[in-house]
């Protein structure tokens, strides 16, 4: 049974930083495409960041551009997102995804996933 796991969610003010974790199990060995997506109250769950299964490629939401970074460590199981320069508006629950299965190039689609983590709560103050 495959799992994630995120932390490193907050209350933060405006302009500072966060780093996200997500620490998958259940596959040893495996090397999932990951994904990072947020929720605010109200709203759907939005793309923010993903990277493939080789770490080759970085994709990102153009709101997070620029200020946002995801990686990967393999040896770790884990995958980080890196948010600097936050915002008020970049409040939201953060979720990590596996993608075992999908075709290549869906990371941007929540319904690409195959498993999903329970979500980090971010709270950005003005």
């Known amino acids: 049974q495959v799992q994630l796991v995120e932390s490193g969610g907050g209350l933060v003010q405006a302009g500072d930083s966060l780093r996200l974790s997500c620490v998958h199990s259940?596959?040893?060995?495996?090397?999932?495409?990951m994904g990072w997506f947020r929720q605010a109250p109200g709203k759907e769950r939005d793309f923010v960041a993903a990277?493939?299964?080789?770490?080759?490629?970085?994709y990102y939401a153009d709101s997070v551009k620029d200020r946002f970074t995801i990686s990967r460590d393999d040896a770790e199981n884990t995958v980080y997102l890196e948010m600097n320069g936050l915002k008020p508006e970049d409040t939201a629950v953060y979720y990590c995804?596996?993608?075992?299965?999908?075709?290549?190039?869906?990371?941007?689609?929540?319904?690409?996933?195959?498993?999903w983590g329970q979500g980090t709560q971010v709270t950005v103050s003005s």
């Open positions: 990277i493939t299964w080789s770490g080759d490629h970085a």
């Open positions: 259940g596959r040893p060995g495996s090397k999932p495409a």
């Open positions: 995804g596996a993608q075992f299965w999908g075709p290549a190039g869906t990371y941007r689609n929540s319904g690409a996933y195959d498993y």
